[in-house]
């Protein structure tokens, strides 16, 4: 929250406001202050704006979101889950996934992960709002994704994987924790396939943000956590 606003007010144009094409783009400027950060995401903002550019900030319409209780696991996830010999961790490297999530991927020539985003919600993360689950294999980071928790919702930015499904499986477990905690949504921004085949959909951003101003005013969560939902 920005300092002298109250947490419905918001620094931002209202999202209806928001361009069809290229759809969500809200604004742009600013900074990547912790309470900027804040404020986007109780209203349903988020940056992603690629190095050298202006900040951008989109609310897309329609929204992509995951029910924790509603996560689809397919059979051979199912299997990987219980037998490719992953440990799960939270909160214990998030400046480590934040890396990995910046690596070069197949058929894209950069990242909009940079340094500065790095920085910024490495702040959020000191604050007890940025979270990242982590998947371990033979002592190796392999895989993981990060995000930001407010009340009760959660906001996924991105995964990597170094081994085969090593960021499903630590979607599942996420899930699986924020549904024992009572948290409502997972945010995941844009549509993709493989969100869409574990249970994601996409909702108008009306609805969305409905549901997001009844889960940010619930009892906030700090970091770091712990996992106590079993596996």
């Known amino acids: ?16 406001t928001a361009l069809v094409h290229p759809n969500g783009l809200l604004a742009k400027g600013g900074d990547l202050s ?14 992603w704006f690629n190095p050298g550019e202006p900040i951008l900030w989109w609310s897309p319409d329609p929204r992509m979101v995951l029910v924790p209780d509603e996560i689809r696991i397919s059979r051979s996830l199912a ?3 219980r037998n490719a010999g992953f440990e799960l961790r939270v909160d214990s490297a998030f400046a480590e996934v934040m890396r990995g999530c910046a690596e070069p991927r197949r058929g894209e020539a950069g990242t909009w992960i940079s340094p500065v985003m790095i920085a910024a919600y490495s702040r959020l993360f000191d604050a007890g ?26 906001y996924g930015e991105s995964m990597f994987s170094r081994m085969p499904d090593a960021s499903k499986v630590a979607l599942v477990r996420l899930a699986r924790q924020l549904g024992t905690w009572g948290f409502g949504l997972i945010d995941c921004q844009m549509e993709t396939p493989h969100l869409g085949n574990m249970g994601a959909r996409p909702i ?20 770091p956590w712990r996992f106590d939902a079993p596996d």
Do not use: N, Q
């Open 79 to 81: 299997k990987r889950v």
């Open 204 to 223: 108008p951003r009306a609805a969305f943000l409905t549901r997001l101003a009844e889960l940010v005013d619930l009892p906030h969560r700090p970091g």
């Open 1 to 16: 929250m920005i300092s002298g606003m109250s947490p419905s007010e918001s620094c931002f144009p209202p999202v209806d």
């Open 34 to 47: 912790l309470p900027r950060l804040l404020d986007a995401y109780r209203h349903g903002v988020f940056p």
């Open 129 to 154: 709002y940025a979270h990242s689950v982590e998947t371990w294999h033979d002592g190796r980071l392999v895989g993981g994704l990060y995000g930001v928790a407010i009340g009760r919702m959660f």
